[in-house]
């Protein structure tokens, strides 16, 4: 039988021993980034499901295909009223924001 691992920890543990707590300024800049990478990788495989390159995607938009792969590589901040007219023109969808309290 085997013996169970006593040493795991939760993922939520985790990040407070190798970012600190929530509202630090280590973990605040993890989180961000984290979400920034979320936006990237969101966007590409949308990208993909709609069956475009990045550059039929910029195209679409009115932007640049360096622009886009920024975006998915997590290289770049964006505007929002950026992120809002690439998923309107790219996609013909619409985004909505939540805010945690």
Known sequence: MKKPNN????????LDSQYGIRGTETREKYEEGFESFKLGEMLQELRK??????????????TTKTYISRIENDASDIR?????RIFREGFGRHLSLNVDI
């Open 49 to 62: 499901e709609y069956g475009m390159t990045q550059e039929q995607l910029a195209e679409k938009c009115g």
């Open 80 to 84: 929002l009223s950026t992120l809002m």
């Open 7 to 14: 040493n795991l920890i939760s993922f939520a543990d985790h």
